[in-house]
């Protein structure tokens, strides 16, 4: 049994690597201002905002493995200091947004990163930079004892930005009573790494003293591979209808995330590589994938839950697909 210290643990891929370090019978201690949600079962909570003076004073100690998901570098920067004399391995969930260029597919950990930024104001701008900087206070302090984990896109139940539950649940209901659904035609791979197998794999990793940096990811596979994988979790038999990625920006249609957009979805060539990363290393260190299909099943079936009501961050409005479908067929009128 390890002791565990989660900062964060109460969202996402925070609550799900308490959980699973708690299923695995380590002793687990989250750190959290507790407003994402109530904290797992069987763990000690410490409250605090970490943006404040003495956050860390409350989980003194020895700690066998700390595991961080910050995205602010001076909450990074704040907790090495604090921890790391303290702390056997470091655990830093990074991204594969940290690296300069995204348009060689098989890239590996040695490809250029962006320049660091020591910003702390949230946004996609500076979210790479952010990163970077954060892994770098992580190296400085623990060189030998860190393992760095630059996460590609990360799905499964409970993910809220939309993008592994936009498809399912589109071809679980189509915008249109005759089934059809708009697609990318296009080139472009996924990349997804379920959160669960990412958090069983974290724990493990820190649990046996793992340290380096890597990318950690699941397999690379075609978009329209993707999306039949999707198709065939909801039972969609309608008509894909598939237009190029200049047909989509012409009538201002986004790629990835956000209003008026098509998740999975980037331009090539200059995303052929996004999520096409060389992820050898997290292999040889243990990381395992489940089948795609499992986990957009399990994500439909959150997706079904949660009920019509939630707010999108990503995907088109039934009305815009059914205005696109229109233009896209040539149709005066659609079903």
């Not at 370090?21 to 970490?50: F, I, K, N, Q, Y």
């Not at 993707?226 to 008509?239: F, K, P, S």
């Not at 590589?273 to 089948?291: E, I, K, N, Y």
């Not at 949660?306 to 059914?322: K, M, T, V, Y």
Request: hydrophobic residues 40%; contains cysteine.
């Amino acid at each position: 049994m390890a002791r565990f210290l989660v900062l964060g643990g109460t969202a996402w891929l925070g609550r799900e690597v308490a959980e699973e370090a708690v299923r695995a019978g380590h002793e687990v201690t989250v750190l959290a201002r507790g407003e994402s949600g109530p904290p797992p079962a069987g763990v000690r909570v410490v409250r605090a905002d970490r943006s404040s003076p003495g956050a860390y004073a409350e989980v003194d100690g020895e700690w066998d493995v700390v595991v961080d998901v910050a995205r602010q570098p001076s909450h990074v920067r704040g907790a090495v200091a604090a921890l790391g004399p303290r702390t056997g391995t470091w655990v830093f969930v990074s991204s594969c947004s940290v690296y300069a260029g995204h348009d060689q597919p098989g890239a590996a950990e040695s490809a250029p990163l962006l320049p660091p930024s020591e910003t702390d104001e949230d946004g996609f701008e500076t979210y790479g930079e952010r990163k970077v900087a954060c892994e770098q206070h992580v190296l400085a302090a623990l060189p030998d004892r860190a393992l760095v984990a630059r996460a590609g896109l990360i799905g499964g139940p409970g993910d809220v930005s939309d993008r592994t539950g936009y498809w399912p649940l589109r071809f679980a209901h189509p915008a249109t009573t005759d089934g059809s659904v708009l697609v990318p035609d296009s080139t472009v791979t996924t990349q997804l790494v379920d959160s669960r197998d990412l958090a069983a794999w974290l724990v493990r990793s820190g649990a046996q003293g793992a340290n380096g940096v890597v990318n950690a990811s699941g397999p690379t596979l075609p978009l329209a591979e993707h999306l039949a994988a999707a198709r065939r979790v909801a039972g969609h038999e309608g008509e894909l209808v598939a237009v190029p990625q200049e047909w989509l920006a012409e009538h201002s249609v986004a790629p990835w995330s956000g209003e008026r957009s098509l998740p999975m979805w980037l331009p090539v060539p200059e995303y052929a590589g996004f999520m096409a990363r060389d992820t050898s290393a997290a292999q040889t260190l243990g990381l395992v994938t489940r089948p795609l299909e499992d986990t957009l099943e399990d994500v439909l079936e959150w997706e079904l839950r949660q009920g019509p009501g939630r707010p999108r961050r990503a995907g088109l409005s039934p009305s815009e697909e059914r205005e696109l479908l229109v233009r896209a067929r040539g149709d005066e009128d659609l079903p």
